[in-house]
């Protein structure tokens, strides 16, 4: 069983009160879940102050307690560890807890706004293709080699993300790929960990609501590069505005991938349609089953980061030829009528423009564009005149409806999405507040032929509205309407 002192290693201490020899059960962030034998971490968070359940902790029976401030009373029996940053030494404490499972295997991040989930899937597919055993964290779902374990972040916090480490090592996984979140770098859910490679993806509009500013955000993707070690690569976006500032610091090794600028990694496409894509990658010209410009360069980066594996060029494109990439993104479904549907995971005005783009390059001669578009609740509200302003650009008919409402009343995020149409706009949109509705409308406008974008919730099974999730699948609701035009 790990000793106190165990796990304070590399930890940046203020003081500590008590003894280090005593024996620890697990690690907790939570008062809620401490019990005999717990050590309880105190973090300032965005709702509540973790320094307030202190006592409430020692008496569920946690025997020390991590904290940036110390209580005016200490309790004997316990043991005080005061430290400069909680969330930091979380991420620490935890890689010490779990014997550093990261340094036991191959550890890949990935960082972006979009892409992320895609590029750590088709690394995760790739490398079980080629024979590895391998575990992921991402978004959509979480893998030990087949075992499916259900996410709830996209970067799960410092403790479950190093049990899941160290699970993945104890059942012999080789590599790891795992997706980093702004928010996760932002509140250290990675410190401490040990990357063999690291991946950016691109930056553009999103999560404001947290960062505050584009700066916050960018700087919060970089610190991800410049805290790698030597032995590391970091592959970036050759063609991404902000691709080589995200590299400037680190340590890592610096490779780049694109499809314009100077690039190791450098493709070419020379057909893009709506069954995939041929790539002219290096010398080699491969066809592969992904779809649209902006997964050419999900491609690269996966090619790339396999290659600085120490994997066979050669290998690498022949199973990524053949191989899926994540549930959600760019689901493609079509009516025995002839109507198609995709359902994809654009929750930002950059992915929805992508994904509206390659439609656009790739429709029907004649057919019509018809998007349904919502935006969440409880998130960053400056991108939704944004959204709908791209929907509407881009599409010939747009219906605005709900995404995740949460808290918010979900007319009105709705109003603040109309705020972004101009008129042209508004003459071809319509609002319906029910999505199910929405998608039915969008369907029953449609013809043979005309493409009908879902965006938003991809491989989301819930709609949350005031605080409660009912069960909900874009593609279960399509798949329902198209049935319904049958008969
Ligand atoms: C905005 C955000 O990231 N919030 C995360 C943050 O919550 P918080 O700072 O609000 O925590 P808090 O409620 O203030 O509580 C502070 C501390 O007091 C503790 N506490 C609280 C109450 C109590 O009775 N006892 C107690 O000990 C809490 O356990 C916590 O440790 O820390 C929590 C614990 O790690 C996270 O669960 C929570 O994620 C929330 C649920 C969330 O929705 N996060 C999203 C925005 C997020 O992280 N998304 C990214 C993906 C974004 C992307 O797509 O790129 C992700 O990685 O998933
Ligand atoms: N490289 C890319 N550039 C721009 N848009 C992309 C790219 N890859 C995917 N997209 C678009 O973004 C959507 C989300 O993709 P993905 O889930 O891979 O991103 P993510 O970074 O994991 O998102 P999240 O932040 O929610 O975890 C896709 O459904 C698609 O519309
Ligand atoms: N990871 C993203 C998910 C957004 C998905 C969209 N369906 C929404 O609910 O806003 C976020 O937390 O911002
Ligand atoms: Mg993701």
């Known amino acids: ?9 590399k930890v940046a201490l203020v003081g500590l009160y008590g003894s280090t020899d005593i024996s620890l059960q697990d690690l907790q962030l939570d008062s809620r879940a401490v019990h005999e034998g717990s050590v309880f971490i105190a973090v300032v968070g965005l709702q509540a102050d973790g320094h307030a359940y202190i006592d409430k902790a020692i008496a569920l029976g946690a025997v020390a307690v991590i904290c940036e401030d110390l209580p005016a009373t200490l309790h ?20 010490n807890f779990y014997d550093e499972p990261s340094t036991r295997l191959k550890l890949v991040g990935v960082t972006g706004t979009n892409g992320k989930t895609t590029i750590a899937t088709l690394l995760f597919n790739l490398f079980s293709e080629l024979g590895y055993h391998c575990g992921l964290l991402s978004t959509v779902q979480n893998k030990i080699g087949t075992e499916i374990i259900p996410a709830t972040h996209t970067t799960p916090d410092a403790i479950q993300l190093n049990a899941l480490l160290a699970e993945m090592v104890s059942r012999g996984c080789t590599h790891a790929f795992m997706e980093c979140s702004s928010h996760a770098i932002d509140q250290r859910r990675i410190a401490g960990l040990h990357f063999k490679g690291a991946l950016f993806s691109n930056i553009t509009h999103d999560h404001l609501d947290y960062h505050k500013t584009f700066d916050n955000y960018i700087k919060a993707k970089k610190r991800f590069f410049d805290d790698l070690s030597s032995d590391a690569f970091a592959l970036s976006n050759a063609d991404d505005k902000r691709g080589t500032v995200m590299l400037q610091n680190t340590k890592a090794s610096r490779h780049y991938y694109g499809l314009k600028n ?24 491969v ?34 030829s053949m191989i899926k990439g994540a549930e959600g993104r760019f689901d493609y479904l079509v009516s025995n009528t002839q109507i198609i549907a995709i359902v994809d995971y654009a929750h930002t005005p950059d992915a929805l423009e992508n994904v509206l783009a390659t439609i656009n390059q790739l429709r029907n001669n004649g057919g019509q564009i018809i998007s349904v578009v919502g935006c969440g609740g409880d998130r960053d509200r400056t991108k939704r005149p944004e959204m709908a302003a791209v929907a509407a650009s881009l599409s010939d008919r747009v219906i605005l409806t709900s995404d995740n409402p949460r808290s918010e009343e ?30 039915k409308t969008a369907i029953s406008l449609a013809q043979a032929g005309d493409i009908i974008l879902v965006a938003g919730k991809g491989h989301e099974k819930y709609q949350e509205i005031k605080g409660v999730k009912n069960h909900f699948d874009d593609h279960e609701v399509v798949r329902e309407m198209f049935s319904l035009l049958d008969k």
Do not use: C, W
């Open 262 to 285: 100077i690039a190791e990694f450098k493709g070419k496409i020379l057909e893009n349609n709506l069954t995939g894509l041929t790539m002219l990658v290096g010398a080699t010209e």
């Open 1 to 9: 069983m790990k000793q106190l002192r165990d796990i304070l290693h």
């Open 287 to 320: 066809n592969f089953g992904l779809i649209g410009t902006f997964n050419a360069y999900n491609l690269l980066a996966v090619y790339g980061a396999a290659t600085l594996l120490g994997e066979s060029s050669e290998e690498v494109l022949r199973v990524l």
């Open 76 to 95: 004997d029996s316990v043991t005080y560890v005061q430290v400069k940053n909680a969330h930091e030494a979380t991420g620490v404490m935890a890689h």
């Open 410 to 439: 979900p007319a009105e995020i709705i109003r603040e999405m109309e705020a972004g149409l101009d008129s042209a706009g508004r003459k071809k949109s319509i609002s319906i507040v029910d999505r199910k509705e929405a998608i």
